[in-house]
């Protein structure tokens, strides 16, 4: 079991910057991937940003490239989504997740929820205009 916990979410004007981190319990030396999520009421949950632990190849969402980087600190097993130019749209629950299979080196992070096998309860973002 992995167990991961979210913080850094809140509330903020549109324009805004955000930064979530999200601490696992999982100390690996394999090249898994890590990827942040997000649901809005009624919606599905939908990919964000993912990114291999290892070689730190990337994945991004149309939706947020640009605005929002993903990036992890090995050392403190801690994985983080830095938002800026936070818009309405982007209000939901950020969960962020990571799974038991592991990537070639250079290949891309999953994207889609079924890749994933370990989440976080989550951490609200809510953006005004």
């Known amino acids: 079991q992995v167990q991961l916990a979210e913080s850094g979410g809140g509330s903020v004007q549109a324009g805004g910057s955000l930064r979530l981190s999200c601490a696992a319990s999982?100390?690996?030396?394999?090249?898994?991937?890590m990827g942040w999520f997000r649901q809005a009421p009624g919606k599905e949950r939908e990919f964000v940003s993912s990114i291999n632990w290892i070689d730190g190849t990337t994945n991004y969402a149309d939706s947020v490239k640009g605005r929002f980087t993903i990036s992890r600190d090995s050392a403190k097993n801690t994985l983080y989504l830095q938002m800026n130019s936070l818009k309405p749209e982007d209000t939901a629950v950020y969960y962020c997740?990571?799974?038991?299979?592991?990537?070639?080196?250079?290949?891309?992070?999953?994207?889609?929820?079924?890749?994933?096998?370990?989440w976080g309860q989550g951490t609200q973002v809510t953006v005004s205009s």
């Open positions: 997740a990571t799974g038991i299979r592991s990537y070639y080196t250079g290949s891309s992070p999953g994207s889609a929820v079924r890749e994933y096998d370990y």
């Open positions: 999982r100390r690996t030396f394999r090249n898994y991937a």
